[in-house]
């Protein structure tokens, strides 16, 4: 339900809500002092409104049919149709008493709507209100048009006579339908989010979303219009959100103030023929945040006119998806080189010295080792670091044949001497 839709309602209801009774006893006393009538009267001239144009005249009576004096305080409520908020000069009033206390008038928007209301001129505000007495009445003549600036996506409107302070009878309000020329198509502001997508972006988790607005029936907006957005969350962890929006080619960042994102005005004039406007946007957790998972976002847009008195939201448009904190890179590791094994069924040698060792690889500069693995394939074969060991034991093997063939030579004399 949008924000607009549920003013309407209450408007509808002749609910205050500010003056709502707090309890039902004093619901049910409030009920007791509803006894007021309101009357008006055919406007004159009869007929249709213009923008700018000429003014009608009604006469307003109260009357109360009660044997006690009833507080009147004057609420008229227009309701216009069509996607557009009132300002406050987009309809002309006046009042002026006829069988009434001298009067003052003046015109209000709460909750956005636009609302004429008068009251004593010897009182000290709306709040003063005029005491019909009991089984009286009190007659004034109520002057209504057309600003030259209202809106042109707006048509006809209704005019309702209730009061501030609830007395007056919800089946007893007087109203009537100013119809305004020209009569046109009406339509409405339509906005919707779709969430384009949500995931890893780099190193940030990123959700993109569009925000789109269209308008239909004929007429545009007669002043910009002005869009806040809304993030919340379940619980009350920091989010520290980082909100982007793609304006002018590039990514920027939205100012937060007052509990909200502002994003560019929707410039005036923007209307059926206008299309579909869409609004990029992107979401992300700053590093401060104290979300450790991911977590269900909100993301809410209220509507407003962007400039005059009337900036109170009038739609409105939410969405829901998930966002998880930034994702720290995980560092790369670099496998250690597994330790050397010694083949079983070898002899684990101690090198030699170095000055025997580079005599064995003097005297064999051609030797090369082939060993096998327990798994039968085969070693690389060439100069390794194990070339200077494999030599050395080599040619000490030699040198021990030569000292064992000159023993045998030198016994072998010996015994024949």
Do not use: C
Not at 5 to 12: E, G, M, Q, R, Y
Not at 314 to 324: G, H, K
Request: proline share 6%; charged share 20%; no cysteine.
């Amino acid at each position: 339900m949008s924000v607009r839709t549920a003013s309407a309602i209450a408007v509808v209801a002749g609910v205050v809500t500010t003056l709502l009774p707090l309890s039902a006893t004093a619901a049910s006393a409030a009920d007791e002092q509803a006894l007021l009538r309101t009357e008006m009267s055919t406007p004159v001239p009869s007929g249709p409104l213009s923008r700018g144009g000429a003014t009608e005249t009604f006469e307003l009576t109260v009357k109360n049919p009660s044997g006690k004096a009833l507080k009147y305080n004057p609420w008229m409520i227009a309701q216009q149709s069509g996607p557009s908020p009132l300002q406050k000069d987009d309809i002309v009033f006046k009042v002026d008493a006829l069988d009434a206390p001298a009067t003052k008038y003046m015109v209000g928007q709460q909750d956005g709507g636009w609302q004429g209301m008068f009251y004593p001129a010897s009182g000290s505000g709306v709040q003063s209100g005029f005491d019909i007495p009991a089984n009286g009445k009190m007659t004034w003549k109520v002057t209504v048009g057309l600003g030259a600036n209202y809106p042109t996506n707006d048509g006809d409107f209704r005019f309702t006579a209730s009061s501030l302070s609830s007395t007056v009878d919800p089946k007893a309000m007087g109203s009537h339908l100013f119809k305004v020329d020209p009569q046109i198509k009406l339509g409405r502001l339509k906005t919707w989010f779709k969430q384009v997508s949500s995931g890893k972006d780099g190193q940030e988790q990123r959700a993109y979303l569009n925000l789109n607005y269209q308008a239909t029936g004929d007429g545009a907006f007669a002043e910009g219009l002005a869009t806040s957005l809304i993030l919340t969350h379940p619980g009350q962890e920091k989010a520290d959100f980082r909100l982007q929006a793609l304006i002018d080619g590039r990514w920027q960042d939205l100012k937060f103030d007052d509990g909200q994102y502002e994003l560019p005005v929707i410039p005036k004039g923007f209307g059926a023929g206008s299309g579909v406007r869409t609004q990029e946007l992107r979401l992300s957790l700053g590093k401060d945040t104290k979300l450790k998972k991911k977590t269900t976002i909100t993301m809410e847009a209220r509507i407003r006119l962007a400039n005059g008195g009337n900036t109170y939201p009038f739609e409105d448009s939410s969405v829901q998806f998930p966002l998880a904190p930034i994702t720290e890179p995980t560092p790369a590791v670099t496998p250690s080189a597994p330790p050397a094994k010694t083949p079983s069924g070898t002899t684990k040698v101690e090198p030699a010295s170095a000055t025997s060792s580079s005599a064995v690889a003097a005297g064999n500069t051609n030797l090369t080792t082939t060993t096998g693995s327990a798994t039968g394939s085969l070693a690389s074969t060439g100069s390794d670091s194990a070339m200077g060991l494999y030599a050395g034991l080599a040619a000490a093997l030699v040198a021990l044949g030569a000292a064992a063939a000159w023993l045998g030579a030198r016994r072998r004399r010996a015994t024949t001497a």
